[in-house]
């Protein structure tokens, strides 16, 4: 059993607490947390900890339902997966059952509160300074982040297709809002939460309550570092990481070559 798929599901929980954010006076920062991280990857893939499964590939998927193999056909079991709350309902539960239906691992998970917190993104929203309705603009905004009935609704289920369809007769067949989103409302979250008790999530959990467990983790979670600069910066670091762990390029390479793509990315950052 691997103690994760990839070293790449836990890179959120280390840039997520790093001191400073990726930019401060026009100057990169590479904040120790993210050496960290490297660190820690690179004991994970020396010491055989990671299944080497990249998070989004088809071994990733497949270790969420135990039919991860590796070249010679053997099992390659995966321990656990860093996820946001939105990897339960979206990711994970979704692909428990194997294509073929031999495999099933509902009711073998657990949601715990991991060693750091963190966010993995979430659905942002925001209006363009020259929109032509912009105060109707700003008042879909508020319905959808903050009016505490429609939260209520997109949490527990209520906007299902039938519901859809009868406020437009044109909504897709398919579209609909399954149960279980964490939504961004304390007082919604602290209301709706027993009702989890006995849902289907509960159930893939073995009666677990995931919005309790996402209930306690939530008040830990910082996102004031983030920027609009950080997906860019952090996706770049992506392959001199995946080089430098596959054994391609030295530490040194590693951090140059990153630091390459950026001034290509970010021609006015100052980069030491």
Do not use: H
């Amino acid at each position: 059993t691997y103690m994760v798929a990839s070293s790449g599901d836990f890179q959120n929980p280390f840039f997520a607490n790093r001191a400073q954010p990726w930019i401060v006076d026009d100057t990169l920062v590479v904040d120790p947390m993210v050496e960290k991280y490297v660190e820690i990857a690179k004991l994970f893939r020396d010491e055989g900890y990671e299944a080497q499964a990249a998070q989004w590939g088809e071994g990733w998927f497949a270790g969420m339902n135990d039919t991860l193999v590796d070249a010679e056909g053997n099992s390659k079991q995966v321990f656990c997966y860093f996820l946001p709350t939105w990897g339960l309902p979206y990711v994970l539960a979704p692909n428990a059952v194997s294509a073929d239906g031999s495999k099933d691992t509902s009711g073998d998970w657990g949601v715990v509160t991991g060693p750091l917190p963190y966010q993995w993104g979430g659905t942002w929203l925001g209006v363009m300074e020259e929109s032509p309705n912009i105060e109707l603009a700003k008042e879909f905004v508020r319905f959808a982040t903050l009016d505490e009935e429609n939260l209520t609704n997109w949490a527990t289920g209520v906007y299902t297709n039938e519901y859809l369809k009868a406020i437009d007769p044109e909504v897709p067949d398919d579209q609909a809002q399954a149960p279980g989103d964490f939504v961004s409302s304390q007082v919604v979250v602290e209301e709706i939460t027993t009702s989890f008790d006995n849902s289907d999530l509960s159930a893939f959990l073995a009666g677990q309550n995931s919005y309790a467990g996402f209930a306690e983790a939530a008040p830990s979670v910082n996102a004031k570092l983030m920027t609009g600069s950080d997906d860019a910066i952090q996706r770049a670091l992506n392959d001199p990481i995946s080089q430098y762990l596959n054994g391609d390029i030295t530490a040194e390479e590693m951090w140059a070559s990153w630091k390459d793509a950026l001034r290509i990315e970010f021609p006015d950052l100052i980069i030491p």
